[in-house]
């Protein structure tokens, strides 16, 4: 969201980047499709958007056979091609730790987006949910806000699973829903759940 508002101000493109279409399992491939990508944004001065980053800026490792010294070369290739590209590139992850130092050293700013407090979790949760969407009397944005600590994007995930729900029973969103929605997202999230948190009185 951050990246397209960035490109929005700037009136620019934003080509994101899907690198499961540009890392090849085959080699001189990835360097291939980095090359067609860094060309296309050149050419329609693009902001380029790596979401997930880790998965291709990852640390490099110590050469122990030839696929570690093949995946160095494809980190030192993307370095290079990164340096040379003269638009913006914007890198997201959620495990900033495992990203090569030589593209740290590289990055001009590092922007650190962390869990929303109680009062902006309200006001995510308040405006999550369309004007039209029917919300039961006994939604509790206020306790939802208060008693679980999740990003906007859990929230929206938590917002969308309990809709579905609501159709699926074809009544109006009720707590039930978002809590059921809300333990399925801790789950997926693989974070400790107590039962007691997820019953409404």
């Not at 994101?16 to 085959?26: A, E, G, M, N, T």
């Not at 999740?150 to 969103?173: L, P, T, Y």
Request: net charge negative.
């Amino acid at each position: 969201m951050a990246a397209q508002i960035i490109a929005n101000e700037l009136e620019l493109e934003l080509y994101k980047i899907d690198l499961s279409q540009i890392v090849s399992k085959y080699i001189g491939e990835t360097e291939k499709n980095l090359e067609r990508v860094f060309a296309a944004a050149e050419n329609a001065n693009a902001i380029l958007l790596f979401d997930e980053a880790d998965a291709i800026f990852g640390k490099r490792s110590e050469v122990k056979d030839a696929h570690d010294r093949y995946a160095n070369l494809e980190v030192a290739y993307l370095l290079q091609k990164m340096e040379e590209y003269e638009g913006i590139t914007i890198l997201t992850t959620n495990l900033s730790q495992n990203l090569d130092a030589a593209f740290t050293r590289r990055i001009r700013f590092i922007i650190k987006f962390p869990e929303p407090e109680t009062h902006y979790r309200l006001q995510i949760w308040e405006n999550i949910f369309p004007k039209f969407a029917p919300l039961s009397q006994d939604v509790d944005l206020k306790l939802m806000a208060q008693k679980f600590q999740v990003a906007g994007g859990e929230i929206r995930n938590i917002a969308v699973a309990a809709a579905f729900m609501a159709i699926e029973d074809g009544e109006c969103i009720t707590m039930k829903h978002l809590l059921q929605a809300t333990k399925r997202e801790f789950m997926k999230m693989g974070r400790l759940l107590h039962e007691e948190d997820f019953t409404f009185k």
